[in-house]
């Protein structure tokens, strides 16, 4: 039967191919390759992991000693200012306004910062991955585009060939009707026939053309590597069963990041609920500096441990808490309400491809039956029983019959790589 030896043939196809290139041919999977490192795309996957080498060294800058330094000028009131004393005098001291300079210098190192530091890396690689796995998203849809291209362009390669083994067959004809006409035994009539005939094929052929040059042209701008007229696709070679195939696409990679993301930012929260502590010098300037009696005091330096808790962390860990679980069940939902989607959409093509088996043995037994009265028309034909026109009309049958498995043949490859696609396999 004509599907078998098309499985034969395809089968015959992966024991030389073996999924790689063969000189002068291209397959589906490398075309997929191409088109995914070709894409623009591509390149957030550097931009990314720089984005997060950059955060991370930023992190790690927080157990560096950090310091700072605030300068004030102004009037300065309240101060005492302490004197000798004096008989007259009935108090050894009194308040004085003056315009001071102070100079403030505060460093601080942190020693514990209740894990806020790591918590901060780990969200850093836990965005990366959220946003690669987003970039992969997006690049996964590249894969239906080159997939109607690549099919297409097998579709219009069986149908010429078909077309010009029918062409073939009117030339054979034309020969024969020549030579009749010659004798005097044929008609003009039956010449003029043949070549309507065959001009018809010729328009058929010239619309193909450009219909594969176009294919071809869009596949070379999603590739970005430039195909020829004359480059070979091989058919890809169907080695796997359905039934089998688990769902794998990368949004499911996107829901679990997602996940990740939002328990690393959860204990984040709770890593504020937890005391820092560090070192600190903490050194003060006073120009002009501060009588007391003889003494005059123009610095005070402070160093020491230092112990800061926020409370307000405490009071939010609660609702910090639920807002979490808020936000994983959402994406919980995202994800069943995917998978629900793929399911539906996997169970449509299952129909499909079932459709197209049923549809290819049909035609099957309709070139079986078509062929032989158009063979027996052929030799009625040869032997001067049958006209001319009558055996056109059978090879034309003959034609549509085996076209029909051709497109049958091609959407059934592209519904099984529909389903392959869907699945993410």
């Known amino acids: 039967m004509i599907f078998r030896k098309t499985s034969l043939l395809i089968l015959l196809v992966s024991a030389v191919v073996s999924g790689s290139e063969v000189y002068g041919q291209m397959t589906l999977e490398q075309c997929h390759e191409k088109a995914r490192n070709n894409y623009p795309l591509i390149r957030q996957?550097?931009?990314?992991?720089?984005?997060?080498?950059?955060?991370?060294s930023n992190?790690?800058?927080?157990?560096?000693?950090?310091?700072?330094?605030?300068?004030?000028?102004?009037?300065?009131?309240?101060?005492?200012?302490?004197?000798p004393s004096t008989p007259t005098s009935s108090t050894s001291s009194s308040s004085s306004t003056d315009v001071k300079l102070i100079s403030i210098v505060q460093l601080n190192q942190v020693i514990w910062d209740g894990g806020i530091t790591k918590s901060v890396k780990e969200i850093s690689e836990i965005n990366a991955k959220v946003e690669r796995a987003d970039v992969e998203v997006s690049l996964y849809t590249l894969k239906s585009r080159v997939n109607n291209l690549f099919f297409g362009i097998l579709l219009i390669d069986e149908q010429k060939a078909q077309l010009e083994f029918v062409k073939g067959t009117l030339r054979q004809n034309l020969n024969i009707a020549t030579a009749a006409y010659q004798n005097g035994v044929a008609y003009q009539s039956d010449l003029d026939e043949i070549n309507v005939e065959l001009l018809n094929l010729e328009q058929q052929?010239?619309?193909?053309?450009?219909?594969?040059?176009?294919?071809?042209?869009?596949?070379?701008?999603?590739?970005?590597?430039?195909?020829?007229?004359?480059?070979?696709?091989?058919p890809p070679v169907l080695t796997e069963e359905l039934s089998s195939l688990e769902i794998k696409r990368p949004e499911l990679d996107l829901f679990s990041s997602q996940e990740e993301l939002i328990e690393s930012q959860t204990k984040m929260k709770r890593s504020g609920i937890y005391p820092k502590l560090g070192l600190m010098g903490l050194g003060t300037f006073i120009q002009p500096g501060i009588s007391f009696g003889q003494e005059e005091m123009n610095q005070l330096l402070v160093a020491g441990l230092s112990l800061s808790w926020e409370l307000g962390s405490i009071y939010r860990r609660s609702n910090d808490k639920k807002l979490g679980e808020v936000n994983l069940n959402k994406i919980d939902n995202r994800r069943e309400t995917f998978l629900f989607?793929?399911?539906?959409?996997?169970?449509?093509?299952?129909?499909d491809i079932e459709k197209y088996k049923a549809l290819m043995e049909r035609d099957e037994q309709l070139i079986k039956l078509k062929t032989s009265i158009k063979n027996s028309y052929q030799s009625q034909?040869?032997?001067?029983?049958?006209?001319?026109s009558?055996?056109?009309?059978?090879?034309?049958?003959?034609?549509?019959?085996?076209?029909?498995?051709?497109?049958?043949?091609?959407?059934?490859?592209?519904?099984?790589?529909?389903y392959k696609t869907t699945s993410g396999n």
């Open 390 to 418: 009558d055996l056109l009309i059978r090879i034309n049958d003959e034609n549509m019959a085996r076209q029909s498995f051709i497109v049958h043949e091609i959407q059934y490859l592209m519904a099984v790589y529909e």
């Open 381 to 388: 034909y040869d032997n001067g029983v049958a006209r001319l």
């Open 59 to 83: 992190a790690n800058k927080n157990y560096l000693p950090q310091l700072s330094v605030t300068a004030i000028g102004g009037i300065v009131d309240g101060f005492p200012s302490i004197g």
């Open 341 to 351: 989607s793929t399911r539906l959409e996997l169970t449509r093509v299952e129909q």
């Open 205 to 234: 052929l010239t619309e193909l053309e450009y219909n594969r040059s176009a294919f071809v042209g869009m596949l070379s701008l999603l590739t970005g590597e430039e195909i020829t007229e004359d480059q070979e696709f091989t």
């Open 45 to 56: 996957f550097d931009l990314i992991e720089q984005s997060k080498d950059f955060t991370v």
